[in-house]
């Protein structure tokens, strides 16, 4: 009979098998470490939390927030989401900047109703109470669809940016005085972008339907900090 309690497996298995274990160890740790909840999300998902964290923790000063400051349920982009879909939220370079980063665990219905996906926008507090009012990106169609919508304005000092960017107010003077043009330029840096921004009162989200990428998340994180500190 065959005594399996005699036999030695060779240096270079034992190595490998080593190797593996404490791989297997260091992802676990690492995933325990996010700050998200990861629960029924797939593995490519978890490693692009993963990448962004890193990435966000490289450039940014970043803290785990526990703060109630910024309620979904105040934003018409978020008429669709629970507030228990809030996976996980950062502050970056808090306190000099009231800069948040949200994500947003959603269902994703390419894969069945116990699987999710994340989304992540941006929440600011800004210096200036513009009322309520949204931005989005200026597309032919809408233009032809929706030639003069009531409430839209128009600056006529910045003909550039309302060609390229519908903005539409509750309160119309509100808004105007308080997007100055420094605040426009910073709109502007998100033409590149299918990000679309709210604001009420002195509270701003930005972001877009779209998968969690790294550089794309830092990026938000720049443009948030940006509105944070502008006049």
């Not at 030695?8 to 676990?28: G, V």
């Not at 797939?42 to 309620?71: C, G, M, P």
């Not at 069945?112 to 200036?128: E, M, P």
Request: with cysteine; aromatic share 10%; net charge negative.
């Amino acid at each position: 009979m065959f005594d399996y309690r005699l036999q030695k497996l060779p240096e270079s298995c034992c190595t490998l098998a080593n190797e593996y274990l404490l791989y297997i160890f260091m992802a676990i740790l690492s995933m325990q470490e996010l700050p998200f909840d990861i629960n029924n999300i797939d593995a490519d998902e978890v490693q692009a939390l993963e990448a962004t964290y890193q990435l966000l923790k490289e450039i940014f000063k970043v803290s785990i927030s526990q703060d109630k400051t910024f309620d979904i349920r105040d934003f018409d982009v978020f008429s669709h989401v629970d507030p228990d879909n809030i996976g996980g939220t950062l502050l970056i370079n808090h306190p000099e900047s009231g800069c948040y980063l949200i994500f947003l665990k959603l269902n994703d219905p390419q894969t069945g109703k116990d699987q999710y996906k994340y989304q992540v926008w941006a929440a600011v507090t800004l210096r200036n109470d513009f009322g309520r009012l949204t931005v989005t990106q200026e597309k032919v169609a809408d233009k032809m669809e929706n030639p003069a919508h009531p409430a839209e304005i128009y600056f006529k000092d910045d003909p550039a940016f309302s060609k390229k960017f519908n903005v539409v107010a509750v309160n119309k003077s509100q808004a105007q005085r308080s997007m100055t043009k420094a605040f426009r330029n910073v709109i502007t840096d998100t033409a590149k972008t299918n990000w679309e921004i709210e604001i009420v009162n002195s509270s701003l989200v930005i972001g877009g339907v779209c998968p969690v990428d790294p550089k794309q998340t830092a990026y938000l994180a720049e443009i948030a900090g940006k509105f944070s500190r502008v006049k």
